[in-house]
């Protein structure tokens, strides 16, 4: 089982790309999609869903867009891929038994209910401005060793 659909993936990612949006400025779908490399006609679903459930504003018009409704630091990954997935497959027992309790647990019960936890923890306590900081600090730390690894082989050419 993944942890969230690919229609949830594409959300992420496409948050962590509208986080960098400046206030009161918009994303077009093309840009994000090409940024996050995600299909701009299967985005543009994602983002007018979650547009209608009040995670983003929506602009028509050549400035037009998407932007964020609320801080990146606001939205948690939990609350995203409940808006695009739902929680029910978390809730669901992993055997596939109808009744899978505490009293009635399936062989898998146990387990699953830790990683359960775990994996609900996280898409709880993690935000898309820490998702987008994270990204930013990886970028930082690939240019410099690409102008690193520039300036040793301009070193080995002379």
Known sequence: MMIYSRSAEY?????VQLAEVPTGKYAMVKQIAEKADIP???????LQQLAR?????????????????????DITLLQI??????LEDYHRCPAGMAECND?????MHDSWKALRSRIMDY?????????AKALELKRRNIDKSVRKSKRSAAKKAI
């Open 11 to 15: 959300a992420i990612r496409a948050f």
């Open 40 to 46: 701009a006609h299967f985005l543009a679903k994602i």
């Open 53 to 73: 459930k009040g995670f983003l504003r929506s602009s028509k018009g050549p400035t037009g867009g998407f932007s964020l409704r609320q801080p990146s630091a």
């Open 81 to 86: 891929v409940e808006a695009v997935d739902g």
């Open 103 to 107: 009293q009635m647990p399936c062989g």
């Open 123 to 131: 898409l709880e306590q993690t935000s898309i401005e820490d998702l």
